[in-house]
């Protein structure tokens, strides 16, 4: 199939179609709302559910029930509204259903703004709503990987009964580039042993994330646990450049991994051995990968844009072992590659002791420039 | 003993869409009256099979196991969301949710109205107990001017707490509205123009003809302090005044049928 030029948000919306979406509730929400848009005459002329909810906690609740019956179904919104959809994630996570989200970030806290960012790392990676549950998180950096992702996103939810969350934000969801899209399926409708779709000829089934009793609850706890270890060793991918005979590399996913590259590719034309270490599953993230990686390597950078969201899990894999900076844009603005080239140059030519914290150097430097 | 053959009459059964459990409601409370009235119809209408009930938070957070067919469990005051979700990927199953007033009407009134708006073709099952009966009988948005709760002492102070909701009113002013009505459950006749009514509703998600709902004024003897029958009695001198049983929405089509 030929590359055609489209926005980051639309291919989402027409590769989750493609994947054979059944069912879309959503709510809009700047820097995502074509997505909706797209989906809202996309759906209907394929006679496929599009529905635009009352709120994103109406949305996430549609979808909730929606895939209870075994259809294949997806909402979208921008970091604010994916704060609100937060219960019904929990939810969703507790009742093992598999569901896929995309969140295309933008500034914050609060209201915010409707520019880039990645400030909902923690929140969607780490778990925003209550109880343990981890869902699969990717991270794409360019148009034609978030077309990938989210195609793949719906087998994988459903192979793990999980929710699948695809980080975006808004660089990527307003930009236009050229991308293959791929082969069209029919809308999704399984009739999986748990679903419920109506009981005639069978038991009747109920889905519920409620255990009252403990010992209940633990074994479902453990069962979550347990399946996540399975993802965890299967479900890993990351994106490497430069690094067979780095000495340094950078680490940054999505956007900020994309600029950053940018910035590695500048440095080694100045002859510094730098690479990139991007994830692609936040979580799972390539712990083992990355951990392996820095045993050979003089140090890290790690660039993101947020406050060191993503840092506190790179200094958790690497130990300590060696020394790790880092360098973050925040409110939606987004780090130009000759800050990240700076920021390496500051890494090899200046390095600084291991003990302290990154994020204080980060902000002490910054200090300074502002 | 003399061995004597009666013929055996049976006048009393349970409902084939009720599960043979024990529920948990406690003695005196209406919510059994509200499940069984639920089953015969859905027994009557032939359409246990073809059902999905959503239950919700509250009492009847374990309506699941007191109905006898596929359920979901929603988080407190979603129902009509997550309703929407399965009837919209499943548009020709039955699609019920049975909420309590505290889930409905205060932390659900969102996703309520917005049902009703769209027309959801889903129905409704909506018990007024007028407290907030699973967490140990607080005020809700359904309890009585100076009604004493357990959160408010000293009975309902219009002045901080504001005015009681008369739901089906409210709602029967949406277009979306297809069925809304008010019934009572404190005696066997209201007991009766309950049932029609739930036959009324669910009658209407078959013809398509949009939200349908059905508000039951409920007892609560437990939270209130009252024997059983003093319950009963205080629906019928306390709650009708403010909550009238009447038709509040009652599309046209449905007059037409014959049931």
Not at chain 1, 27 to 51: K, V
Not at chain 1, 101 to 124: E, T
Request: glycine content about 10%.
């Amino acid at each position: 199939m030929a590359k055609e030029l489209m926005k980051g948000n639309v291919a989402i919306a027409e590769a989750a179609v493609r994947a054979g979406l059944n069912a879309y509730f959503g709510y809009p929400i700047t820097p995502q709302t074509e997505l909706l848009e797209y989906l809202s005459s996309r759906m209907p002329e394929l006679g496929r559910t599009f529905l635009q909810a009352e709120s994103e906690l109406g949305a996430v609740n549609m979808v909730y029930g929606a895939a209870c019956t075994g259809a294949r179904v997806m909402s979208s919104s921008s970091s604010p509204g994916t704060s609100l959809m937060m219960e019904g994630i929990s939810y969703i996570a507790g009742t093992e259903l598999p569901v896929v989200i995309v969140d295309v970030m933008r500034g914050g806290p609060g209201l915010g703004n409707i520019a880039p960012a990645q400030a909902d790392y923690n929140q969607i990676v780490h778990g925003g709503g209550h109880g343990d549950y981890h869902p699969i998180v990717l991270a794409p950096a360019n148009i034609q990987e978030a077309i990938d992702l989210t195609y793949g996103a719906f087998d994988l939810a459903e192979k793990y009964r999980s929710l699948v969350v695809i980080l975006a934000d808004g660089s990527l969801g307003q930009m236009m580039e050229p991308a293959e899209l791929p082969e069209m399926k029919p809308a999704i409708m399984r009739t999986p042993d748990w679903a419920t779709y109506g009981s005639e000829g069978r038991k009747k089934r109920i889905l519920s994330s409620i255990y009252l009793d403990p010992p209940e609850q633990e074994k479902t706890n453990f069962r979550l646990e347990h399946r996540w270890q399975e993802i965890k060793a299967n479900e890993v991918q990351y994106k490497e450049y430069f690094l067979e005979d780095a000495d340094y590399a950078v680490v940054g996913f999505g956007t900020s991994g994309r600029i950053a590259l940018s910035a590695v590719r500048a440095a080694r034309a100045k002859g510094i051995k730098i690479g990139l270490f991007r994830p692609v599953s936040l979580a799972p993230y390539p712990e083992k990968e990355l951990f392996e990686l820095s045993k050979r390597l003089k140090g890290l950078l790690v660039v993101e844009m947020n406050a060191g969201q993503m840092l506190e899990d790179v200094l958790n894999i690497t130990r300590r072992q060696i020394p790790v900076e880092f360098y973050g844009r925040m409110g939606g603005i987004l780090p130009m590659p000759e800050e990240i080239e700076a920021e390496i140059d500051l890494l090899v030519n200046e390095p600084t002791a291991a003990n302290g914290h990154p994020r204080d150097r980060w902000l002490a430097r910054f200090g300074k420039k502002n | 003993m003399e061995n004597v053959t009666m013929e055996e009459q049976l006048v009393y059964d349970r409902p084939e869409s009720m599960a043979s459990v024990q529920t948990h409601y406690c003695p005196g409370c209406t919510h059994g009256v509200a499940h069984r009235l639920v089953a015969e119809v859905i027994d009557e209408m032939g359409i246990k099979d073809n059902m999905i009930g959503v239950a919700s938070v509250g009492c009847s957070v374990f309506a699941y196991n007191y109905f006898d067919f596929d359920f979901v469990q929603a988080p407190h005051g979603r129902a009509p969301a997550m309703a929407t979700g399965v009837k919209r990927v499943l548009p020709h199953r039955f699609v019920m949710t049975y909420q309590g007033d505290g889930d409905l009407a205060s932390i659900g009134m969102g996703e309520i109205v917005a049902a009703a708006a769209r027309g959801e073709n889903i129905t409704v099952i909506f018990l007024n107990n007028a407290n907030y009966g699973m967490t140990g009988g607080q005020m809700a948005p359904t309890t009585l001017p100076g009604q004493k709760t357990s959160s408010s002492p000293s009975g309902r102070d219009i002045e901080v707490a504001g005015f009681p909701i008369r739901t089906a009113e409210m709602l029967a002013t949406l277009d979306g509205a297809g069925y809304v009505v008010r019934r009572s459950l404190h005696d066997p006749k209201n007991i009766r123009m309950a049932k029609k009514s739930v036959r009324l509703a669910f009658e209407t998600q078959k013809h398509g003809l949009g939200f349908s709902l059905v508000e039951l004024l409920s007892t609560c003897p437990t939270n209130w302090g009252l024997t059983p029958i003093q319950a009963l009695k205080w629906v019928e001198d306390a709650m009708i005044p403010y909550y009238p049983i009447g038709d509040y929405k009652v599309n046209p089509a449905l007059k037409e049928l014959k049931i």
